[in-house]
């Protein structure tokens, strides 16, 4: 399988721990993009990398949140003392963008669902 | 402000059907992209189409279609002779060119085909 990959697929944990999702995108696309899903929305941005770096971040992703994205592959979002309001899906895409060819396809992971109870 | 516009909630039909989902957007760049994808009950998001702000051409393939209108800022898609199938949520999304390349999505339309 050569699409993006995600684990857990499903997550559930009590309020203040702390959870690690990975995202694993297509072999050699070099942006990678977490967001977020609550039930009945569309999803929302929450940061991006581009190879290694981390270039944005959204207003969403407040202190108890971080990603990282070590040697360009795989990505892990973390996220430190979960609260209720956590709860959603999260998903991961990726794409290969390339200067002068405008804004490509983003491949989208399965998503991993976090509930905090 | 960038933002999409997905007015309907929920549509339902009868299989065969055909049905048109509407999609409207708004951003200040005159360089974006526009797309669609579907989100099946297994939850991954499944690209169907980009289109960005300089082709107005409208698009088929097989049974869908889509209609992209800059003078009403509206891209809908269309889909002939509907099938269970199409049972999903489908958004639309925004990119401008300008930005990260982060996709603006609509609040999603969730389409139910009966047989």
């Known amino acids: 399988d050569t699409g993006v990959s995600q684990d857990p697929r499903h997550k559930i944990t009590k309020r203040g721990q702390n959870v690690t999702f990975r995202c694993d995108p297509i072999?050699?696309?070099?942006?990678l993009y977490w967001y977020r899903q609550t039930l009945g929305q569309g999803p929302e941005f929450l940061t991006y990398?581009?190879?290694?770096?981390?270039?944005?971040k959204s207003r969403l992703l407040s202190d108890r949140f971080s990603a990282e994205r070590p040697k360009g592959s795989f990505s892990t979002l973390e996220i430190q003392r979960t609260e209720q309001g956590d709860s959603a899906m999260y998903l991961c895409?990726?794409?290969?963008?390339?200067?002068?060819?405008?804004?490509?396809?983003?491949?989208f992971g399965a998503g991993t669902r976090l509930s905090v109870l | 402000a960038q933002k999409v516009t997905q007015a309907q909630t929920e549509i339902s039909v009868v299989e065969k059907e055909d049905v048109t989902l509407d999609c409207v957007y708004e951003?200040?760049?005159?360089?974006?992209?526009l797309f669609w994808y579907k989100q099946p009950p297994s939850g991954e998001l499944v690209f169907l189409i980009r289109?960005?702000?300089?082709?107005?051409q409208n698009e088929i393939s097989g049974r869908y279609s889509w209609n992209f209108q800059k003078s009403t800022s509206s891209f809908n898609f269309t889909i002939t002779a509907s099938q269970v199938v199409d049972s999903a949520v489908y958004f639309c999304?925004?990119?401008?060119?300008?930005?990260?390349?982060?996709?603006?999505f609509g609040q999603g339309t969730t389409l139910q085909v009966k047989p």
């Open positions: 951003t200040r760049d005159t360089t974006y992209y």
């Open positions: 999304a925004l990119s401008e060119f300008r930005e990260t390349g982060k996709l603006i």
């Open positions: 895409a990726s794409s290969l963008e390339r200067p002068g060819q405008g804004r490509n396809i983003q491949y």
């Open positions: 990398f581009q190879n290694e770096a981390q270039l944005e």
């Open positions: 072999s050699e696309h070099n942006r």
């Open positions: 289109r960005n702000s300089f082709d107005e």
